[in-house]
């Protein structure tokens, strides 16, 4: 009884004493507590599901699995979902899937992955992503062994209203100075054509990039400019490069030839090897490509241009490797 006579008062002057001391601390340093924030500022009440995604998320951005995992389940559901797909492989550029029905497939979920366009024949799906397509099959292939055989439904994504064109300045009299050109050279000996004449539907229409192709008449294919390899694909039928300027292109020796899993292929570079224009980066068996896949086109694709950049050709028909054909 007797410690109750104590522990009543001095509570209640603890109370009086926190409460005018943290008043006069939040209003001398003006801290934000809830209801005094500015106006285009809000203080966020955070929830233990917002605590634990960001505990989740760690210092090391240890979080990318849930993101890369966020972006193969919405290609699953872009094919019809898991129980649709029949299978996955890819090949330099994309992503290549046959499903059980087309019809399911929904192009417009696709391309909110990434994707920069899609092409369906019967039951073969090809998504195009460009050089990371290894990774993004990779991650595809692990999220599939655990993933419902049907996906949660997902509307397809609204497309983005078109930005209001801006104003357009009043043009100055005198130009301003173009950059200089970029000579772009051929890495085999052949008939040089301009990209929209490929044998193919994605490279023709550009959805990787500019460029150009050779139909091969030697079968050494050679560095067009010094810079690094940046990879050399598993079946040896593409590399990819980076010039020493920074342009990043795609040499493709063939089309379809990530079907002969690397026969008629011998590759002399490996990733992140540097080197001089005309060292030789690969041996391929012309006729043997031409007898089991699509064509023997040799196809140069720049896949880093900045916008308003496109490759005029300068020389079109019969080449030299090395030959300076094109420029941007």
Not at 82 to 95: F, H, P
Not at 138 to 158: F, G, M, Q, S, V
Not at 200 to 218: I, L, N, Q, R
């Given at each position: ?43 966020k ?16 951005g ?15 559901r ?39 366009g ?6 073969g ?21 655990t ?15 078109q ?30 054509h ?80 540097k080197?001089?224009?005309g060292?030789k ?48």
């Amino acid at each position: 009884k007797t410690s109750w006579m104590y522990i009543i008062p001095v509570g209640i002057i603890y109370f009086f004493l926190y409460y005018f001391i943290f008043t006069w601390m939040i209003k001398k340093f003006d801290f934000k507590t809830p209801g005094r924030e500015d106006d285009d500022e809000e203080t966020k009440l955070y929830t233990k599901a917002d605590y634990q995604a960001k505990k989740g998320a760690g210092a090391d951005g240890s979080s990318q699995q849930s993101v890369e995992d966020a972006k193969s389940s919405m290609i699953a559901r872009g094919l019809g979902s898991k129980k649709n797909i029949t299978s996955v492989d890819c090949c330099a550029t994309r992503l290549r899937c046959s499903v059980a029905d087309s019809s399911l497939v929904n192009e417009k979920i696709l391309k909110a992955t990434g994707a920069v366009g899609v092409i369906k024949k019967g039951t073969g799906v090809q998504v195009i992503y460009g050089p990371q397509v290894a990774v993004i099959k990779a991650n595809l292939e692990t999220y599939l062994e655990t993933a419902p055989d049907i996906e949660p439904e997902l509307d397809a994504p609204a497309e983005e209203p078109q930005a209001e064109e801006a104003p357009k300045a009043e043009e100055k009299k005198t130009a301003a100075p173009q950059a200089a050109a970029h000579a772009l050279c051929t890495p085999v000996a052949g008939d040089v054509h301009p990209i929209a004449e490929a044998p193919d539907e994605a490279f023709a229409s550009k959805m990787m990039g500019d460029g150009y192709f050779v139909y091969p008449t030697e079968e050494t294919v050679y560095a067009p400019s010094d810079g690094e390899v940046v990879f050399v694909f598993d079946t040896k039928h593409a590399i990819g490069m980076k010039a020493a300027d920074g342009t990043e292109y795609l040499l493709h020796i063939g089309v379809d030839t990530v079907n002969l899993g690397g026969k008629g292929f011998e590759v002399f570079v490996e990733n992140g090897q540097k080197v001089k224009k005309g060292d030789k980066l690969m041996h391929f068996d012309d006729a043997f490509i031409k007898a089991n896949v699509k064509s023997d086109a040799c196809l140069v694709i720049f896949t880093g241009l900045q916008e308003g950049q496109s490759i005029e050709m300068e020389k079109t028909g019969a080449v030299k490797a090395l030959d300076e054909v094109a420029k941007f």
